[in-house]
């Protein structure tokens, strides 16, 4: 991989902080700029607009997100231990990402933004899907459930979760992120959450 050069590391850590606080609407290029120390010219040599360093910072968070999960599976650990971690992942890496930032991915539903987390959605989908199903055969997840249940039920909770009622009965996308992992995993018992 080639090396990036300060300009171009201190744009997108620029541009990070300021999405994470304001969301990517009402911020400019011109304060992207301020923020990383350059000139509004340097930002144009690396990136055509803000959207697309949104979008770098989206597709990297996911992706090592998905090289984390990726780890997790790989472990000779049992497969409720793995969901442990899993659960703990995911609410690290809500950690991550700011509610401003996600509302204003999911305002425009044709954007590029959405279709990178569609994607991303379904090959991660595809692997937990695969990791339950071997699960189930090696007699670590119960054999009545249907894997095809769970797969449908995780993806209208994710679907959930892009719905800006829900998101404002949260202070923040950690809260949100944790309170339905929470549910989904553990349900409404109240000796279910460790």
Request: hydrophobic share 40%; aromatic share 10%.
């Amino acid at each position: 991989m080639l090396k990036k050069s300060k300009s171009y590391l201190a744009i997108v850590e620029s541009a990070k902080k300021l999405f994470w606080k304001h969301g990517i609407k009402k911020v400019t290029v011109e304060e992207i700029s301020a923020e990383a120390g350059i000139s509004k010219m340097t930002f144009y040599r690396h990136f055509t607009n803000k959207e697309e360093v949104a979008e770098l910072i989206l597709k990297e968070l996911m992706e090592n997100g998905f090289a984390d999960y990726e780890k997790i599976m790989a472990k000779p650990i049992p497969f409720n231990a793995k969901l442990i971690e899993i659960i703990d992942l995911k609410k690290a890496s809500s950690k991550l990402i700011s509610q401003e930032f996600m509302k204003d991915v999911f305002i425009q539903p044709d954007s590029k933004l959405v279709a990178l987390i569609e994607t991303q959605r379904v090959k991660s989908n595809k692997a937990f899907e695969s990791d339950l199903k071997k699960a189930q055969q090696a007699g670590e997840l119960r054999k009545d459930l249907k894997v095809e249940f769970i797969m449908y039920m995780l993806n209208s909770m994710s679907h959930l979760m892009e719905d800006e009622k829900l998101i404002d009965l949260f202070d923040d996308s950690e809260d949100l992120t944790n309170e339905v992992t929470n549910f989904f995993f553990y349900g409404m018992l109240q000796n279910g959450n460790s």
